[in-house]
């Protein structure tokens, strides 16, 4: 079909229209902690921690030296400009929208490079199905990368493309840009992010130096190092600028590095069924090309091996978290292109199931999340309401649900300010610093949550510091108040 001037910019742009819609529809029902949609806080606590540390730093306050947490500063700068633009959490939704928007007109090219624009349509809104199950809560680290990352495979499946037609291996330096720019990004939320595209630049070099490219393998080098590099200084000019630098390289690389290196839970401990939906996109390319090997070119052979591989290592031995996938999801364009290039129908019925399993899950839970009440929320509001005297400019909730924070407009009175001791307290380093932090420190009110008694950390001072205002053993919450001299 052929269409005129007008038509063709008309087409266009309805198609650009739809994925908007899309992604404001697919925020707005899966993200529980930014959408309008929910009234109540999440049962989960991250997306609250990069709100509270974003939305005080659009104020003023310093990452890390004010308010820390264990994650590099990219996601606390989104949550930050979102609360800069509309000073709530509708300011963050509306940045995922637009993510979310981008990632999907990439994905929508990847598939334009070997289906028809109706086809192309259909699949990218079907790659939302399996979004869904792997999206958790919303407004996590991985979610912000997924332009970058959908852009960055837009790349190299151009580059496949370049081979299978031309049988050169020339890459453009463009791509590279992209591919630093990935794991720049990486470094600074959770370096893993970036271990697909790594890989896939890394065979691509490989392949350049095999082929005797070299002026465009050193061309690709300097191309990667400019994208990491326009990330990552202004960041690095900025903690330096404020005396925090050591504090975020610390966050952002030492500790996490000792986080993943003792998960807290095995891989299959949420079931065999979570962890396939979760990483299905790594399990079917590896299958792919496995089964389709000698008919794979041995340069793209290599190269969504090594794709596929190296994330999936990472899913087996880390803690095995559903939105870890969000790091592979463009691979869905590239699983159905090679399904229908080797017309494996079986396989094809076999993943969109699945997907359609994990999908009608997550509907599921939407209806759950819609009727959800956080009675946990509501039983911290309870204490509090009971000592009206309570001064919330030296306040901090100690192993409580971080979104008291939010409710109460509560700038916390120690940098150290959320899951003490059940997350951020796991590593003894920082056991020790959270245990400092508060012996330095006079903070009047601490909202206890001691479930867990015995992992308390700071038990002795309070025990000589503060007493007890007010309890609830039946939800174990405790409101301590500093001792008068």
């Given at each position: 079909?052929?269409?005129?001037?007008?038509?063709?910019?008309?087409?266009?742009?309805?198609?650009?229209?739809?994925?908007?819609?899309?992604?404001?529809?697919f925020?707005t029902?899966?993200?529980y902690?930014?959408?309008?949609?929910?009234?109540e806080y999440?049962?989960?606590?991250?997306?609250?921690?990069?709100?509270?540390?974003?939305?005080?730093?659009?104020?003023?306050?310093?990452?890390y030296?004010?308010?820390?947490?264990?994650?590099?500063?990219?996601?606390?700068?989104?949550?930050?400009?979102?609360?800069?633009?509309?000073?709530?959490?509708?300011?963050?939704?509306?940045?995922?929208?637009?993510?979310?928007?981008?990632?999907?007109v990439?994905?929508?090219?990847?598939?334009?490079?070997?289906?028809?624009?109706?086809?192309?349509?259909?699949?990218?809104?079907?790659?939302?199905?399996?979004?869904?199950?792997?999206y958790?809560s919303?407004?996590?680290?991985?979610?912000?990368?997924?332009p970058f990352?959908?852009?960055?495979?837009?790349?190299?499946?151009?580059?496949?493309?370049?081979?299978?037609?031309?049988?050169?291996?020339?890459?453009?330096?463009?791509g590279?840009?992209l591919?630093?720019?990935?794991?720049?990004?990486s470094?600074?939320?959770?370096?893993?992010?970036?271990?697909?595209?790594?890989?896939?630049?890394?065979?691509?070099?490989?392949?350049?130096?095999?082929?005797?490219?070299?002026?465009?393998?050193?061309?690709?080098?300097?191309?990667?190092?400019?994208?990491?590099?326009?990330?990552?200084?202004?960041?690095?000019?900025?903690?330096?600028?404020?005396?925090?630098?050591?504090?975020?390289l610390?966050?952002?690389?030492?500790?996490?590095a000792?986080?993943?290196?003792?998960?807290?839970?095995?891989?299959?401990?949420?079931?065999?069924?979570?962890?396939?939906?979760?990483?299905?996109?790594?399990?079917?390319?590896?299958?792919?090309?496995?089964?389709?090997?000698?008919?794979?070119?041995?340069?793209?052979?290599?190269?969504?091996?090594?794709t596929?591989?190296?994330?999936?290592?990472?899913?087996?031995?880390?803690?095995?978290?559903?939105?870890?996938?969000?790091?592979?999801?463009?691979?869905?364009?590239?699983?159905?292109?090679?399904?229908?290039?080797y017309e494996?129908?079986?396989?094809?019925?076999?993943?969109?199931?699945?997907?359609?399993?994990?999908?009608a899950?997550?509907?599921?839970?939407?209806?759950?999340?819609?009727?959800?009440?956080?009675?946990?929320i509501?039983?911290?509001?309870?204490?509090?309401q009971?000592?009206?005297?309570?001064?919330?400019?030296?306040?901090?909730?100690?192993?409580?649900?971080?979104?008291?924070?939010?409710?109460?407009?509560?700038?916390?009175a120690?940098?150290?300010?959320?899951?003490?001791?059940?997350?951020?307290?796991?590593?003894?380093?920082?056991?020790?610093?959270?245990?400092?932090?508060f012996?330095?420190?006079?903070?009047?009110?601490?909202?206890?949550?001691?479930?867990?008694?015995?992992?308390?950390?700071?038990?002795?001072?309070?025990?000589?510091?503060?007493?007890?205002v007010?309890?609830?053993?039946?939800?174990?919450?405790?409101?301590y108040?500093?001792?008068?001299?």
């Amino acid at each position: 079909m052929i269409y005129n001037g007008k038509e063709w910019y008309m087409k266009r742009y309805s198609i650009i229209l739809l994925y908007f819609l899309a992604a404001f529809c697919f925020v707005t029902l899966f993200c529980y902690t930014t959408s309008f949609l929910y009234s109540e806080y999440a049962d989960t606590q991250d997306s609250y921690i990069f709100q509270v540390i974003g939305k005080y730093w659009a104020e003023g306050r310093i990452p890390y030296l004010d308010l820390w947490d264990m994650k590099g500063p990219f996601i606390f700068w989104i949550n930050a400009l979102g609360y800069l633009i509309t000073g709530s959490k509708i300011g963050v939704f509306f940045i995922q929208v637009i993510s979310l928007f981008i990632s999907l007109v990439f994905i929508h090219q990847i598939f334009r490079e070997y289906f028809s624009i109706k086809y192309a349509l259909l699949f990218t809104l079907c790659s939302l199905a399996h979004l869904s199950y792997i999206y958790e809560s919303g407004n996590l680290t991985e979610e912000y990368l997924l332009p970058f990352l959908s852009a960055a495979f837009y790349c190299i499946i151009k580059w496949v493309k370049n081979i299978e037609d031309t049988k050169t291996v020339k890459h453009h330096p463009y791509g590279s840009i992209l591919y630093g720019a990935v794991l720049g990004i990486s470094l600074l939320s959770r370096l893993t992010n970036a271990l697909s595209v790594s890989a896939a630049f890394l065979v691509i070099l490989c392949v350049l130096l095999v082929k005797k490219e070299y002026r465009n393998f050193h061309v690709n080098i300097l191309s990667f190092l400019l994208g990491f590099l326009l990330v990552v200084i202004p960041f690095l000019i900025y903690f330096y600028d404020h005396d925090a630098l050591l504090e975020m390289l610390n966050a952002t690389l030492i500790y996490p590095a000792e986080y993943a290196s003792n998960p807290s839970k095995d891989i299959l401990q949420t079931g065999i069924h979570y962890f396939i939906l979760s990483y299905i996109n790594c399990i079917f390319l590896l299958i792919i090309v496995l089964c389709k090997y000698k008919y794979c070119n041995v340069s793209i052979r290599w190269l969504w091996t090594f794709t596929a591989f190296f994330p999936f290592i990472w899913f087996c031995q880390g803690n095995g978290f559903g939105h870890y996938g969000m790091i592979v999801f463009p691979l869905f364009a590239i699983i159905i292109t090679y399904i229908r290039k080797y017309e494996m129908r079986k396989t094809f019925i076999i993943f969109m199931l699945l997907i359609l399993i994990g999908f009608a899950s997550k509907i599921r839970n939407v209806f759950v999340m819609y009727h959800w009440q956080n009675e946990t929320i509501k039983n911290y509001k309870c204490m509090l309401q009971q000592v009206p005297t309570v001064d919330y400019t030296s306040f901090v909730a100690y192993n409580c649900h971080p979104a008291i924070y939010l409710e109460k407009n509560i700038l916390p009175a120690n940098r150290f300010f959320a899951m003490q001791d059940f997350g951020n307290g796991r590593l003894d380093v920082q056991k020790q610093l959270i245990l400092e932090s508060f012996d330095r420190s006079s903070i009047k009110w601490i909202l206890m949550n001691d479930e867990d008694e015995s992992e308390v950390n700071i038990k002795n001072i309070l025990s000589d510091r503060y007493h007890i205002v007010c309890s609830d053993d039946k939800h174990h919450l405790k409101l301590y108040k500093l001792n008068e001299d």
